[in-house]
C-alpha cells in the first residue's frame, strides 16, 4: 500500500490524548510519547490549570511539554476551546481551524512552535487575556501540542493520523453564575417478542442532556416508568453520564431497561439533577406484542371492510325503494 501523503491524509486529533486519558486527574495529559501540563514546582503540583479572572484581566502562566523519547520532537503550540462529544460527552477539545469564542481565543502561547529534545522538557509562558466584555461563568479549554507530522494508519485506507496532546484550562470569569440543566426530546424505542411470553422484552431509552447555564455541572439521571394503575415499573439512576457537562453544551445519551413490559400504557419520566438546578420530561409509551399487534391490525382491516360494504348495501337498498315508478295506461275505444 502507497504511503499517505499531506493531500489525502485524515487529520484526526487523537482525542484519547485530548480527552486527557480520562485516567485519574493527578496525571497530565500524555500520550506515551509526550505530555504537556501546566507549570508547577514541589510545592504545587497542577495537573490542569485552574484559573480565575476578571472581565478584563490579563492571566500569565506557563505550559510545560515533555518529551518522552529519545528523539528531538517538534510541537504547533495552540489555544483551544473544550466541548462535549457527541458519542459520550467526553471532554474534547476544537482543531486548531475551527473557531475559537473563548479560551482558544484568549489564550496565546509565547511560543507556536517547539522543538523538545529527547527525554527533555521545554517550558512556554502563556497569556490570557479576558475581554472586558466576556460573560461570567466557566470558559473550558485547553493548551494543545500538536504534533504536525502524519503518520500511517493501521488501517486498510490510505489515511494518516497526526496525534496531540492537550492539558486542560478551567477558566472562569467572576460574575452571577447560573446553574441550568434540562432534559430533552426523550423517546422509547421498543423491542418485543412477536409472540408474547416468548422472548425477554426490553427497552431504548434515548434522551437529550443540556447544560443551559453557564457553569460545569456533574449531571445525574434518574429514570422512572409508570404504567397502568400507576404501578412503578422501575425506578433507577442511570450511569453514562459525562462527568462534565460542559456550558452550552447538549448530550445525546441513552439507557437500556431489560424487563421492559410487553403489555402495558404508560410514561418514562426522566429527572436530570445537579447543584442547585433539576428538570424532568416525560413520554408516553404503549406496550404490545407484535403478534397482538398484528390480530388487531387484521380486525381493523376486516372491519372497515365490512362497515364499507354495509354502507355501499344500505346505499342500494334506499336506492330501490325512492327510485321513481312508471305507470303505462292503455285506452280501448
Not at 423517546?187 to 409472540?195: A, G, Y
Amino acid at each position: 500500500m502507497r504511503k499517505p501523503s499531506y493531500a489525502t491524509a485524515l487529520l484526526v486529533l487523537l482525542l484519547s490524548a485530548l480527552n486527557l486519558l480520562g485516567g485519574t486527574p493527578a496525571h497530565a495529559a500524555d500520550n506515551g510519547s509526550w505530555s504537556v501540563f501546566p507549570y508547577a514546582t514541589e510545592l504545587a503540583q497542577r495537573p490542569y490549570f485552574h484559573l480565575s479572572a476578571d472581565p478584563g484581566e490579563a492571566l500569565r502562566d506557563k505550559v510545560v511539554v515533555a518529551n518522552k523519547t529519545a528523539q528531538p520532537l517538534t510541537f504547533r503550540l495552540y489555544a483551544a476551546d473544550a466541548y462535549n462529544t457527541a458519542r459520550d460527552g467526553g471532554f474534547a477539545v476544537r482543531t486548531r481551524t475551527e473557531r475559537q469564542r473563548g479560551v482558544g481565543l484568549w489564550a496565546r502561547p509565547a511560543r507556536t512552535r517547539v522543538t523538545v529534545p529527547g527525554h527533555g522538557k521545554v517550558t512556554v509562558p502563556v497569556t490570557i487575556r479576558v475581554p472586558r466584555g466576556a460573560e461570567p461563568g466557566d470558559h473550558p479549554g485547553a493548551i494543545v501540542a500538536l504534533d504536525e507530522r502524519v503518520a500511517a494508519s493501521d488501517g486498510s485506507l490510505a489515511l494518516g493520523v497526526r496525534q496531540a496532546v492537550a492539558a486542560r484550562v478551567y477558566l472562569r470569569v467572576s460574575g452571577p453564575t447560573m446553574p441550568a440543566i434540562a432534559v430533552e426530546d426523550v423517546r422509547v424505542d421498543q423491542h418485543r417478542p412477536v409472540v408474547p411470553g416468548t422472548g425477554d422484552s426490553t427497552a431504548v431509552i434515548s434522551y437529550t442532556l443540556h447544560n443551559r447555564g453557564n457553569v460545569t455541572l456533574d449531571p445525574a439521571v434518574r429514570l422512572r416508568a409508570d404504567g397502568l394503575f400507576g404501578r412503578t415499573l422501575v425506578s433507577r439512576g442511570l450511569t453514562g453520564l459525562p462527568s462534565e457537562l460542559l456550558p452550552r453544551q447538549r448530550v445525546r445519551l441513552t439507557a437500556r431497561w431489560s424487563g421492559a413490559p410487553q403489555f402495558d400504557w404508560g410514561d418514562v419520566t426522566l429527572t436530570a439533577s445537579a447543584r442547585q438546578t433539576h428538570e424532568s420530561a416525560s413520554t408516553s409509551f404503549v406496550a404490545m406484542p407484535w403478534l397482538v399487534v398484528a390480530v388487531l391490525a387484521v380486525v381493523l382491516v376486516v372491519g372497515t371492510v365490512l362497515l364499507r360494504v354495509r354502507q355501499v348495501r344500505g346505499r342500494d337498498r334506499v336506492g330501490a325503494v325512492d327510485a321513481p315508478r312508471v305507470v303505462v295506461r292503455s285506452t280501448a275505444r
